[in-house]
């Protein structure tokens, strides 16, 4: 689940990241804050996704307990107090909350070095090199 958690976190991340200079790209002239609303715009979206993805993904590897929920005839209280469903719930919630803080996150590292890269050239060997714009460049 963790090592299934943190592939969502790396995706998410990379896209955002990715998001920001496409913006920045396309629209030079745009300062930190249109560049950090424009992206986060897109990052909500991101993370909804997200979100659903990994509950379905915890929902499936946790078909035995969804099981004893629907056969516990209203006794959620009950159930809830299990550890392993405690367990399952609050691993739900922690991944949720570790992904929407990693878009505002990233967006402003990503909006920084956007906005900053030819500040940056110095550091070209370390970060890669700039893209022509014409794709990515790895």
Not at 7 to 29: C, I, K, M, R, Y
Not at 76 to 99: D, H, K, P, Q
Not at 109 to 137: M, Y
Request: proline content about 3%; aromatic content about 8%.
């Amino acid at each position: 689940m963790i090592i299934g958690a943190l592939g969502v976190l790396d995706d998410l991340v990379t896209t955002q990241a990715s998001a920001v200079f496409e913006l920045h790209g396309a629209n030079p002239g745009l300062g930190f804050r249109d560049l950090y609303n424009a992206a986060m715009r897109i990052g909500q979206d991101h993370v909804a996704a997200t979100v659903n993805t990994l509950v379905l993904a915890y929902a499936g590897a946790a078909l035995p307990m969804l099981l004893m929920f629907s056969l516990g005839r209203g006794e959620y209280s009950y159930l809830v107090n299990f550890s392993f469903v405690a367990e399952e719930i609050v691993r739900t919630l922690v991944g949720s909350l570790g992904l929407v803080a990693a878009v505002p996150l990233t967006t402003v590292i990503a909006a920084g070095f956007a906005l900053n890269k030819d500040r940056l050239e110095k550091w070209e060997q370390a970060l890669g090199p700039v893209g022509s714009g014409g794709g990515h460049v790895h």
